[in-house]
């Protein structure tokens, strides 16, 4: 199994990899000019060439390419930002644990809601509960989250005085953010455990369970939920990788100083090691929630484990 | 059945939301109509334009009650509070940090000593204290006062002036420092400049002198950011609070250096005690900041959002005129058909300023005003009576647009119209207008970054929108879009024309007379080069408890500078 992971591992390191080479080149050929957009449209060619001549980029495609790939992988050195000067990893730490919250909190809730009701769905399925907790998810999916903030920062911030529209300070600032964030995932969350409960709920194996004589708790929660678990777990994991990159809407509407905020005005801004840096980073952490999903799989159903470790098993053979 | 009557409820509930969501809008949002709506009279809550931003001030007449204001909250466009960066935060760092001026009044008016010492110099063309310069010399020398200290008790003295000027051209966003040989403190209190030719461009002192704050050496060297998320200066704020991205709070600096009252310019007033200064980018979110006293005042709203402030028993809707102008370039490159000049006179004769503001003004407030040379009265060198001249830009004729166009031969062949996508709503009007003449024209829409890239190709565009704008003079905007200096030996639009260069050449000259100027806008509507459209009207939302505000030279909002009363 700790065969696995290290492979595993090593495998982040040709991705990472991949994905520096491939932003690189996408940034190399987009339109736009930093020095431009750094000096200003008054600034003479002459200002432009010199300010591009000092970060390298009046340079060929190979050039900046190696300096960049030296850099980052063996001075560990994402640069810095072009506007403000400062270093990316150092301004990316700085807003990552907020960003990190806000996911994190968002996806509690989905989970803390979502399975929860979803296992309630099928359990009553085709009662009027679920048809009310139907309407209500596919209501959830179908807002747009940004739309749903903006009326929230209406109702509750201009109007009723009740919650703070913006910025960060005291929960209260988290309250909107949150529940704008998770509201769809929980949709979603619900619709997926249904679907997966319904699957299993009418399993042989459940059958004889009740025959058995087994309650109604254990063979819901010890015998059904973890055989529902593989879907739900793509779910989360899907969800738990866009704790970081997906909330940046989120972040605009509310003012959140978090990371998405930070990559949109890089974008804007054509900051190349803002958004070089950050999507290096959004890489690695997908890539590392990946493995994290597929070793729960592992956890949560023994025979993929017996897979995982016949498959060690089989590559150190070969290397034999 | 029982499902098709669910879905049949669920998609009614559906669209009720939505609809209901749209319909609440209360007009902090607003789509500009199309350009086929006739012109509509102002509505009767119209905001004033003032006469300049000398007149920028809630109530003119407004004097300073001396109340100091514990606090005050206001929304920031831009976060970078580093001194270095002329992009910046520039309510904060004005208010933390001193140059060596700063304007009387605001845009155009003229340059008071502040750290400059005022009782020496004086000996220059401009009659500015606590400067020589000796005509037909590279040499310009300042002299400072010997009691500055800035925040942490740290002394200035020329040396750190020097060390200031260089770290501001090394950090690289500042231009038309490229004359500039060097600096040197000759003495404490005495700082030489050195150019490799002398500054005989109208605002190319300015450009320098207003461009730079003053801070030392020490408190820069112990600066664990290198002033990036904290300061010290010698401003009458220090900053105690910065949450990146989100908030800096300033408040009153104990012991400022400047204790003689006569000689504390308006910029180095402390009336709020501690002031927070919140990131919010949106106007949106700015309207709904404000509506639910997250924000005390938003410092600069686009007026067409003011529409939940007026008649407000909380807030008093300010206007203030935008120092920039919105502006038309016609391709004179070979490539394009618009190098014809009957061409680009058809096009012009096609628009008509006065329309195109009416429109953009239908949301019932005065957000825009046409044009009638490149250029208004917020300049001091701008000249009145262009207002009155008859030419393409003040007349519209759809006759003459007709007689022109057939004169220049055009067939109907698609004119390409470059554009950033986010000033769409001018945009589409003109497009409107112009296929209302009879002409073809196709929008090519991007990102302001990408348009920049296809600018430069005489290819690429017939006509482009643009906008520029200049904290000095008007002759900066004639610059900043038509200087070959700054487009590779053309202008903007690709003009190649020797006559047209000695013109400008004239204009920008710190000596240059009303004469040189309107040689200049006559030989360029001569020839149709340049087509003004209109220029905006910006706002500030204030509390009652503002009674005049005072703006800088880059139209910031001061808030120590603001006269408050109580209540």
């Not at chain 1, 432009?48 to 980052?72: A, C, P, V």
């Not at chain 1, 879907?231 to 509407?253: D, M, N, Q």
Request: charged letters at 15%; hydrophobic letters at 40%; one cysteine or more.
């Amino acid at each position: 199994m700790w065969r696995y992971i290290v492979q595993r591992l090593l495998w982040l390191v040709v991705i990472l990899l991949c994905v520096s080479v491939l932003i690189f080149t996408i940034l190399f050929f987009v339109p736009g000019d930093p020095a431009e957009i750094a000096l200003g449209a008054e600034s003479t060619l002459d200002e432009r060439y010199e300010w591009r001549d000092e970060y390298g980029l009046n340079d060929s495609y190979l050039e900046q390419l190696g300096k960049y790939l030296y850099n980052t992988f063996l001075r560990f050195d994402l640069g810095k930002s072009y506007s403000n000067k400062t270093p990316v990893v150092r301004e990316f730490g700085a807003r990552l644990p907020r960003t990190l919250g806000l996911g994190l909190l968002c996806l509690s809730i989905n989970i803390i809601l979502g399975i929860p009701l979803g296992i309630t769905c099928a359990l009553h399925r085709n009662t009027f509960l679920d048809h009310l907790l139907t309407v209500l998810s596919m209501l959830g999916m179908c807002m747009p989250g940004f739309w749903l903030a903006l009326l929230m920062q209406q109702f509750f911030g201009a109007k009723l005085h009740f919650l703070p529209v913006m910025g960060v300070g005291s929960w209260k600032h988290w309250v909107m953010p949150v529940i704008a964030g998770s509201i769809s995932g929980v949709a979603g969350n619900v619709r997926q455990t249904r679907s997966a409960v319904l699957e299993t709920i009418r399993a042989d194996f459940i059958t004889t369970a009740r025959a058995k004589g087994v309650p109604e708790n254990n063979i819901i929660y010890k015998h059904m939920l973890p055989n529902a678990l593989i879907p739900i777990l793509s779910l989360l994991g899907g969800a738990f990788g866009h704790v970081i990159s997906g909330t940046v809407i989120i972040e605009t509407v509310f003012t959140f100083p978090g990371v998405g905020m930070y990559m949109l005005t890089g974008t804007q801004a054509r900051d190349y090691p803002v958004i070089r840096g950050c999507v290096l980073i959004l890489a690695a952490f997908s890539a590392f929630v990946v493995l994290l999903v597929d070793l729960a799989y592992g956890m949560v159903d023994p025979r993929i484990k017996a897979q995982y470790v016949s498959y060690s098993k089989k590559s150190k053979k070969e290397v034999e | 059945m029982k499902k098709k009557a669910l879905s049949l409820v669920l998609v009614i509930a559906m669209l009720a939301t939505m609809l209901a969501a749209c319909g609440s809008n209360n007009g902090a949002a607003q789509t500009t109509p199309a350009a086929t709506a006739a012109p509509t009279a102002a509505a009767p809550n119209e905001v004033t334009l003032p006469e300049g931003n000398n007149d920028a001030v809630v109530s003119a007449d407004a004097e300073n009650t001396n109340y100091i204001l514990p606090e005050l909250t206001f929304d920031l466009g831009q976060f970078n509070i580093n001194p270095l960066a002329m992009r910046g935060a520039g309510q904060v760092t004005y208010a933390v940090y001193e140059m060596l001026y700063a304007t009387e009044n605001g845009i155009g008016t003229p340059m008071t000593p502040v750290l400059a010492d005022a009782n020496r110099g004086g000996n220059n063309s401009m009659g500015l204290k606590g400067m020589d310069h000796e005509a037909g010399t590279t040499e310009y020398t300042f002299y400072i006062y010997d009691y500055i200290t800035d925040a942490a008790g740290n002394k200035i003295t020329a040396s750190d002036v020097v060390f200031s000027f260089e770290q501001t051209r090394d950090y690289k966003q500042v231009t038309g420092w490229g004359d500039i040989e060097k600096w040197e403190a000759v003495d404490d209190t005495t700082v030489k400049m050195t150019t490799t030719r002398e500054l005989t461009k109208k605002g190319e002192i300015e450009n320098i002198l207003l461009r730079c704050y003053i801070f030392s050496e020490k408190a820069f060297n112990d600066s664990p950011s290198g002033f990036t998320t904290d300061g010290c200066g010698t401003g009458p704020y220090i900053i105690t609070d910065f949450v990146q991205d989100a908030s800096v709070t300033c408040e009153t600096r104990e012991g400022y250096w400047q204790t003689n009252a006569d000689l504390r310019p308006r910029s180095a007033e402390a009336n709020v005690q501690k002031f927070v200064a919140v990131c919010i980018t949106d106007n949106n979110t700015k309207v709904t900041a404000a509506q639910s006293g997250d924000i005390d005042m938003i410092s600069n709203l686009v007026t067409t959002a003011v529409g939940p402030f007026l008649n407000n028993d909380q807030f008093n809707v300010h206007s203030f005129a935008a120092n920039g102008i919105h502006y038309l370039d016609l391709n004179c490159s070979p490539d394009s058909i618009m190098s014809n000049p009957d061409m680009r006179m058809a096009i012009y004769y096609a628009i008509s300023n006065e329309n195109l503001a009416n429109i953009l003004n239908a949301v019932g407030v005065t957000a825009y005003y046409p044009l009638t040379a490149f250029g208004h009265n917020l300049f001091s060198d701008y000249q009145e009576k262009w207002d009155t001249e008859v030419n393409y830009v003040t007349e519209y004729n759809l006759e003459k647009s007709k007689e022109y166009a057939a004169k220049a031969g055009y067939n109907g062949e698609t004119l390409y119209f470059l554009n950033a996508n986010d000033t769409s709503g001018i945009v589409e009007n003109l497009q409107n207008m112009l296929i209302n003449a009879g002409f073809n024209v196709e929008l090519k829409s991007y990102d302001r970054n990408t348009v920049t890239s296809y600018l430069g190709d005489s290819t690429a565009w017939d006509l482009y929108y643009n906008m520029t704008n200049s904290s000095d003079y008007m002759t900066s905007l004639w610059s900043h879009a038509m200087d070959p200096a700054a487009f590779g030996g053309h202008t903007e639009n690709f003009i190649v024309d020797e006559r047209f260069n000695e013109l400008l050449s004239n204009a920008l000259n710190v000596n240059s007379t009303a004469e040189d100027l309107d040689a200049f806008w006559q030989y360029s509507v001569e020839n149709g080069y340049l087509y003004p459209l209109v220029r905006a009207v910006n706002s500030m939302i204030l509390p009652k408890t503002i009674s005049n505000v005072w703006l800088n030279d880059k139209n910031n909002f001061m808030p120590g500078a603001a006269y408050y009363t109580e209540g």
